[in-house]
T-cell receptor, first 117, second 113 residues
Framework: GAVVSQHPSRVICKSGTSVKIECRSL??????MFWYRQFPKQSLMLMAT?????????EQGVEKDKFLINHASLTLSTLTVTSAHPEDSSFYIC?????????????FGPGTRLTVT | AQSVSQHNHHVILSEAASLELGCNYS??????LFWYVQYPGQHLQLLLK??????LVKGIKGFEAEFIKSKFSFNLRKPSVQWSDTAEYFC???????????FGAGTILRVKS
């Protein structure tokens, strides 16, 4: 089946630094990837939609300059949290849609736990 | 805007009990409906999905869901739960452009052995 990986699984960084999270589709090509954020005891909130070779589309209220998304290839999208602050601490999850598969099915990565101290 | 409401945040059941998790959505157009499960320490997995056709959808691990259009509902059911069903369950809706998924807040199911 379609597998999506994320790296790192956990990261702790100091306030003011930047952190990059990678999302890879391991056995399929993904023209579209999504980035979500999950707060404790809350649902996943879509942050942005990432299309290979073009600029990401951000959801309302998500700062594009703070959460930089790059979808440089059909198997890799990255999310960089710039100048991180403690309120950015969260669980970040990516998902991907297969290029040749069902249009509406998203395959999710295992998530990255970010803690900003 | 789309929204998804899950009725219970925590459900505790004994093994062999029947399960029904409620999900209601708000969206005026054609929708695609999903249930995802997140086992402890694992990533989200698709349990089942509804696009069109038979409103009673069967998924993996004995789960099923029924789409009732008039009630804007897509409740998840399982006749007899197992301890291994302990997980968090998310209902999600996709409709319109871009395949965006809108998730409910999730229901944490704990099955006592």
């Amino acid at each position: 089946g379609a597998v999506v990986s994320q790296h790192p699984s956990r990261v702790i960084c100091k306030s003011g630094t930047s952190v990059k999270i990678e999302c890879r589709s391991l056995d399929f090509q993904a023209t579209t990837m999504f980035w979500y954020r999950q707060f404790p005891k809350q649902s996943l909130m879509l942050m942005a939609t990432s299309n290979e070779g073009s600029k990401a589309t951000y959801e309302q209220g998500v700062e594009k300059d703070k959460f930089l998304i790059n979808h440089a290839s059909l198997t890799l999208s990255t999310l960089t949290v710039t100048s991180a602050h403690p309120e950015d601490s969260s669980f970040y999850i990516c998902s991907a849609i297969t290029s040749g598969g069902a249009q509406y099915e998203q395959y999710f990565g295992p998530g990255t736990r970010l803690t900003v101290t | 805007a789309q929204s998804v409401s899950q009725h219970n945040h925590h459900v505790i059941l004994s093994e062999a009990a029947s399960l029904e998790l409620g999900c209601n959505y708000s969206y005026g157009g054609t929708v695609n409906l999903f249930w995802y499960v997140q086992y402890p320490g694992q990533h989200l997995q698709l349990l089942l999905k509804y696009f069109s056709g038979d409103p009673l959808v069967k998924g993996i691990k004995g789960f099923e869901a029924e789409f009732i259009k008039s009630k804007f509902s897509f409740n998840l059911r399982k006749p007899s739960v197992q301890w291994s069903d302990t997980a968090e369950y998310f209902c999600a809706v996709s409709g319109g452009y871009g395949n965006k998924l809108v998730f409910g807040a999730g229901t944490i199911l704990r099955v006592k052995s």
